[in-house]
């Protein structure tokens, strides 16, 4: 007979192929956001776009990933979880088909806006989903899966983008292949480059149909099921995934979800939920000011300093596969160290990265290439193996039942916002002053440092809604 200790240690394949299904939502989330990187040059050249309106065309997905964040929490507790993922793959796949045959700039940038609307919505409904369907022994790690498949996802897309530019050449079979499909949807002729980003935004409609299929394949989240009053199909879930004890838990679940009946509609924003609302704010403004999307959208830009233009692309693959391997280490160990400690050493290690690349950025034509480099690739290993992993699992514990939609929303929301503003920002900042910039960021961890050592609680092991009581937030 197995014990429950056992049950709760591993993942059954049930469950893992519902974690890997949903978590397809992240791996569009960093497609999405990494595969503009290739192309946003291109795209200036192609439209004649002043700076201004090419950060606007660029941060199209940013502003809707804003909107998308705080919009998502009403359909996601009203029709659950499972549509709502269905609608941001649709959405996905909008944007994709639409970024690759878009006539102008406006219609780009609206559709970039669409993307958005999908990062934005997945950020929040994929890591609830699956908290929701987690087993607490493993948690940590099936969330932390979402936040590999973002990496993943983003590595993809440099890849995509390098192959894409190789073989996108006039006058090879694939050049030639998407010139001809580009004159039956359009009668002005277009340029190898035109054709070139068009087919590397385009190919993310590959994954997006792929998604939405495969949603079709997983249960609904067992926790909005009972909300719903269908209390025998969460069950049936929760024996799906290997709950170790499925009566305890539906009883738990009742018990949240009567509290908050009891109390009728819940507002986030109350004086019961400020630690939880702080702890989310910080955990996600932090998760930003790190630089951690200046240096993933801008990377070709950045390296074009060191390794001159025709090799910036291909040294990109290096910064996603750093990415891809640390975050593969945090999701491994998540649950054995926990989330403050993680935040506490991967700050401490960014901090060291950060100053060390704007010290090499003040030597100015002295500045050691290796250093630079080595320290831009550091800090990202140190941001996947801490803020990177830690931080959707975070939110996604931190929340009560009642108001975890809104939660998370509010978390996505805070994110989104200070990656529009440090994203749209930083090619102007580092232009003029590349020191401060990596300056900022560097301080700005030593606050994060200071905010875990303090304020940041311990939210590994137990149920979600054992972490209520834990916060002192499960009763009135």
């Known amino acids: 007979m197995v014990s429950t200790t056992t049950r709760t240690k591993n993942v059954n394949s049930a469950l893992l192929y519902i974690v890997i299904v949903s978590a397809l939502g992240g791996f569009l989330f960093g497609f999405d956001s990494g595969v503009i990187s290739g192309c946003e040059q291109a795209i200036q050249n192609e439209f004649q776009l002043s700076g201004f309106w090419h950060g606007f065309t660029v941060s199209g997905a940013l502003i809707g990933t804003i909107f998308g964040a705080l919009s998502v929490g009403w359909p996601s507790d009203r029709f659950g979880r499972k549509p709502t993922l269905m609608l941001m793959a649709l959405l996905f796949l909008i944007s994709a088909a639409g970024c690759a045959f878009a006539g102008t700039q406006p219609v780009l940038a609206w559709m970039r806006f669409i993307g958005g609307l999908a990062i934005g919505g997945s950020s929040v409904v994929v890591p609830l989903y699956i908290v929701e369907v987690s087993p607490g022994p493993v948690r940590g790690r099936l969330v932390a899966m979402n936040q590999f498949n973002i990496v993943f996802g983003i590595l993809i897309s440099y890849v995509s983008n390098y192959f894409v530019a190789k073989f996108m050449v006039s006058g090879t079979w694939l050049g030639q292949a998407c010139e001809s499909l580009a004159k039956v949807f359009t009668s002005a002729p277009m340029t190898t480059e035109e054709v070139m980003w068009r087919v590397m935004l385009g190919v993310e409609c590959i994954p997006a149909v792929a998604f939405l299929l495969l949603l079709f ?9 009972v ?16 709950d170790p004890d499925t009566e305890k838990t539906l009883a738990e679940i009742d018990e949240t979800l009567a509290e908050a009946e009891r109390v009728g509609t ?17 955990i996600a403004f932090f998760n930003q000011v790190s630089g951690i999307n200046a240096i993933n959208y801008y990377a070709p830009r950045i390296f074009e300093n060191f ?37 506490i050493g991967g700050s401490i290690a960014m901090t060291v990265m950060h100053f060390l690349v704007a010290w090499q950025l003040s030597l100015g034509e002295q500045a050691n290439a290796v250093l630079a480099i080595g320290g831009i690739l550091g800090f990202i290993a140190c941001f996947a193996i801490s803020s990177g992993a830690v931080i959707w699992v975070f939110i996604s514990e931190i929340f009560p039942n009642a108001v975890r939609a809104k939660g998370q929303a509010f978390g996505c929301f805070t994110h989104w916002f200070m990656c529009t503003l440090i994203s749209w920002a930083f090619p102007a900042v580092a232009e003029r002053a590349g020191t401060y910039a990596f300056g900022f960021f560097g301080l700005m961890m030593v606050c994060q440092i200071i905010f875990a050592l303090r304020w940041m609680p311990e939210t590994k092991g137990g149920t979600i809604e054992d972490i209520e009581q834990r916060l002192g937030i499960a009763r009135s």
């Open 217 to 225: 394949s997983i249960p609904e989240s067992p926790r909005w099921l």
């Open 227 to 242: 909300r719903m009053g269908r209390k025998t199909e969460a069950g049936a879930v929760l024996d799906l995934v290997g």
């Open 307 to 343: 390794v001159g233009a025709q090799s910036a692309l291909a040294a990109t693959i290096g910064v996603g596969t750093v990415n891809l391997i640390f975050t593969m280490l945090a999701f491994l160990i998540i649950d054995r160290f926990g989330r403050r400690v993680m935040i």
């Open 266 to 282: 819940v507002p986030l924003f109350q004086l019961r939920y400020v630690k939880p609302i702080v702890l989310a704010f910080f």
